[in-house]
Structures are given as C-alpha cells and as structure tokens.
C-alpha cells in the first residue's frame, strides 16, 4: 500500500492543487473509475480536498475528447453559474488542471488521471428514500439544460458512440438473434417478439432529431441519483456530477432514463414481475420537477414526447439486456446464470405497464404545457 500511496502522490503532484498533500483515501463505490479523495494541507491549519481519478479506458476509449468534453462543459456551467449569481465552486464540478495547463496526465503505464476540486457540505444518495429526493434530482437535471441550453452541442465528442441511438440498438440486437452464439433464441421467442413489434418505436426520436423536430442538446446519459450532490443544510440539489458521458442527444433521453429507473416499483433484476409497475405519482412528480428546471427551455414537442422518452428508453434498455443475454452475458455483470434475462423482463413489464397507462402518462405531461 505504501508504494501504492507513493505513485498516488507522484500523479496528484502534477496537478495544480493549492497547499501540501496530506492524505490520499480510496473514496466512494463508483464501478468505472478508480476514485480517491486528496486531502491538503493549508496555512493556519485549513485543508482544501479534491478528487483524483484513473479514468477507465475499457469503457472510454479516448480520454483526450472525453475531457474536452467535461472541460468545455464545466467551463461553460461556471460561467453561467457566476452570472446568475450563484457559486460556481459548488454548483459545477471544477476541473483541477495540471502545473503545465493540461486537464489530464498521463502515466508511463498508459493509464489516464484527472482532479476535480471536492465538492463540500454535500452527498449523493445511492436510493431513492423519500419522494422529494427524486424531485430534487428532477429539478437537478432539469437546471443543467437550461443552463446548457445554448451550449453548441453538435462539438462535443460521443464518448460512447451510438449509445441511444435505438435504430442501431435495434439492428445490434436482430444480428444477435441471427447469430444466436448461445442457441438460446428458442428459448426468449416471446421475448424477441416483444422487441420486433416495437421496431417501428426504436425510429421515433432518432427521425424527429434528425429532422429537427426536436432539439439536438447536450445530455449527461447517466441521470442517477447519486450523480447528484444534495446539499447537507438544505437537501437541494446544487449540483450535478459524473460528466464522462456528457454527449449531443435528446434531453428526452436524460429525462427517460430517469423514469425507467426512479419510477419503477420494482428492483431492476426483480423475478416477480407482479411488482414490476410505471408509478403514476413519482411519474407526475419527476415530470413536474423536470420541466421546472429546464425553466422553459423545452419545446412544446419535446414536453409532449416525454412519455416516449420513458417508454423509449426502458425499451432500449431490456433490448441491450436481451442482447447480452444471447450474446453470453459479456457486457452486463451477471450474478445468477438468467440475471440478464430476468432484468429483461422486468424492463418488458415496465414497458408495458407504461403502454397500459399511455393516455394518463400524456395528460400528465401536457398538463405542463
């Protein structure tokens, strides 16, 4: 451990980080990136803590566009932060540069390390405990569009390329019921069918962005709670974390991705679907939230095809466990040998559940017009 701390040290070093490095902490339960808390030392007996991280290159292939990405974001929050008179330093995450002004090092193994400045008197939760917290983080996301609603989204880098693009997850997974490695297509043929009678969907937001029927914006991709940090005096949300996915999307997948798991009765790999619902009151409470923090930075066709943006996603979603499942479960961490096909059911269920209540889903939505 001790040659560890040193090497640790020696990165954290060439980062332009105010006072003298005291500790270096293994920190948070995050399953991309190796993440630890830097704690130094100030005059008069202050610290100042920040965050230093390997980014992982299995899952981002080029770190150099991923952190244009965050700098140009964070660099762009910062600025409208201060002019709305708020605080920059705890609003947005600060990227830390390097003594030499670049945002990230490289080490002579090859691995990638960037600093972020902590952000204090705050915490992310990892579970929805009471329903004013999923609000909160609808209100949280909801504000990082309208603050980024004018950002050139079309120059940001896909750091995953294709990720909600539902036509090529469509494709991807009609090749894996071709291919069918596993021989396991006979098995999931109610399964495969769900997906086929839905292919017409898969198009919907792809065409409309592609027409520009709907805005291209940019969207974070990964709208968890915990990627939110609430405030301890308050239980606000200030700010919102976590921008390695940060790419050019629909604000619709943001917000769907946010329904699919924060409105779901039922855990995501539940086996007894009868507990597999869309909850019409957290649905109507994220809508609200979400559609107040974009602060009328929506259009009307982009708050009209919110329901889709849920539907849509947790569709994408069972498809990409359905995938993984034929394909051999190499994607998705499996804990039992059916988990990716449980998690695709419960996804199905959810979809139809949300089918089953689309009138009420649209009434909730445009009643926000």
């Given amino acids: 451990m001790g040659k560890e701390k040193a090497e640790l040290i020696h990165i954290a070093e060439r980062f332009a980080?105010?006072?003298?490095?005291?500790?270096?902490?293994?920190?948070?339960?995050?399953?991309?990136?190796?993440?630890?808390?830097?704690?130094?030392?100030?005059?008069?007996?202050?610290?100042?803590?920040?965050?230093?991280?390997?980014?992982?290159?299995?899952?981002?292939?080029?770190?150099?566009?991923?952190?244009?990405?965050?700098?140009?974001?964070?660099?762009?929050?910062?600025?409208?932060?201060?002019?709305?008179?708020?605080?920059?330093?705890?609003?947005?995450?600060?990227?830390?540069?390097?003594?030499?002004?670049?945002?990230?090092?490289?080490?002579?193994?090859?691995?990638?390390?960037?600093?972020?400045?902590?952000?204090?008197?705050?915490?992310?939760?990892?579970?929805?405990?009471?329903?004013?917290?999923?609000?909160?983080?609808?209100?949280?996301?909801g504000r990082f569009q309208k603050l980024l609603a004018d950002y050139p989204a079309e120059s940001l880098h896909e750091t995953i390329p294709n990720f909600h693009n539902t036509i090529d997850r469509v494709e991807k997974f009609q090749k894996a019921v071709e291919a069918d490695v596993m021989k396991r297509a006979a098995d999931v043929r109610e399964e495969i069918r769900f997906v086929l009678d839905r292919e017409a969907d898969c198009h919907i937001l792809c065409d409309m962005l592609a027409a520009g029927e709907i805005p291209l914006r940019v969207t974070h991709n990964d709208t968890k709670l915990n990627n939110i940090m609430l405030d301890h005096k308050t239980g606000k949300g200030i700010c919102v974390i976590d921008l390695d996915t940060v790419m050019p999307g629909s604000a619709l997948y943001d917000y769907g991705d946010s329904i699919r798991f924060g409105a779901n009765t039922g855990a995501e790999d539940e086996k007894d679907l009868s507990k597999i619902s869309c909850d019409l009151e957290l649905f109507a409470l994220y809508t609200k939230g979400f559609i107040e923090g974009c602060g009328g930075s929506l259009t009307e066709k982009e708050i009209r095809m919110l329901p889709m943006g849920a539907k849509l996603m947790t569709l994408e979603c069972g498809m990409r466990f359905l995938t993984d499942y034929l394909e051999g479960d190499h994607y998705f961490k499996i804990h039992r040998p059916e988990h990716n096909l449980d998690r695709t059911r419960t996804q199905f269920r959810l979809v139809k559940d949300m089918e089953d209540k689309w009138e009420k889903m649209q009434e909730i939505a445009e009643s926000c017009l």
């Fill in 17 to 141: 980080m105010e006072g003298e490095i005291g500790s270096i902490e293994a920190h948070g339960n995050g399953h991309i990136n190796d993440t630890f808390l830097v704690t130094c030392q100030m005059a008069e007996g202050k610290t100042r803590r920040y965050i230093l991280q390997r980014m992982n290159q299995e899952v981002f292939k080029n770190p150099k566009e991923l952190m244009e990405n965050v700098t140009g974001v964070t660099t762009f929050l910062q600025n409208k932060i201060r002019e709305n008179g708020g605080d920059p330093e705890r609003e947005a995450l600060n990227v830390i540069l390097l003594k030499d002004g670049g945002s990230y090092w490289q080490e002579e193994d090859n691995t990638f390390w960037r600093v972020y400045r902590f952000v204090e008197g705050a915490d992310s939760l990892d579970v929805v405990e009471r329903p004013e917290e999923f609000y909160e983080s609808a209100l949280a996301f």
